[in-house]
């Protein structure tokens, strides 16, 4: 059974951190590239971070480039996203996502498919 289970999710205040993890079971992980999206209430779902099976690639959305780290240890089946700097506007549920396409995605616009691996979404809340 393949699992995608985000954590580390919660309330912060502007200008703070936090580190989710994506902890991936049931499935070859470090054969796949892994995303991370958020979506806020009323919004589309964006793109926020990807990064290619070795993790010797990876790909920010501009309005968290600096910020944000993707990264992996496929030791541990566990994706991460380190968050600094954090803002009101990075308020979002954030999920993890394994693509299945084939062949691979373009990971710097795949907007997701109901079809891939999707975690079930952890909140992020930026107030003060």
Same mark, same amino acid.
């Given at each position: 059974?393949?699992q995608l289970v985000e954590s580390g999710g919660g309330l912060? @205040? ?7 993890? &994506?902890?991936?079971?049931? *499935?070859? *992980? ?6 991370? #999206?958020?979506?806020?209430?009323? $919004? @589309?779902?964006?793109? /926020?971070?990807?990064? =290619?099976? =070795?993790?010797?690639?990876a790909h920010y959305a501009d309005s968290v480039k600096g910020? *944000?780290? /993707? ?5 541990k089946n566990t994706l991460y996203l380190q968050m600094d $700097?954090? $803002?009101? @506007?990075?308020?979002?549920? %954030? %999920? &993890? ?10 990971? =710097?616009? #795949? ?5 891939? #691996?999707?975690?079930?979404? =952890? ?6």
């Amino acid at each position: 059974q393949v699992q995608l289970v985000e954590s580390g999710g919660g309330l912060v @205040e502007p200008g703070g951190s936090l580190r989710l993890s &994506c902890t991936a079971s049931g *499935f070859p *992980f470090s054969m796949y590239a892994m995303i991370w #999206y958020r979506q806020a209430p009323g $919004k @589309e779902r964006e793109l /926020v971070a990807a990064i =290619t099976p =070795t993790g010797s690639l990876a790909h920010y959305a501009d309005s968290v480039k600096g910020r *944000f780290t /993707v990264s992996r240890d496929n030791g541990k089946n566990t994706l991460y996203l380190q968050m600094d $700097k954090l $803002k009101p @506007e990075d308020t979002a549920v %954030y %999920y &993890c996502n394994a693509p299945l396409t084939d062949p691979p995605p373009d990971l =710097t616009a #795949y907007g997701g498919s109901p079809s891939d #691996y999707w975690g079930q979404g =952890t909140q992020v809340t930026v107030s003060s």
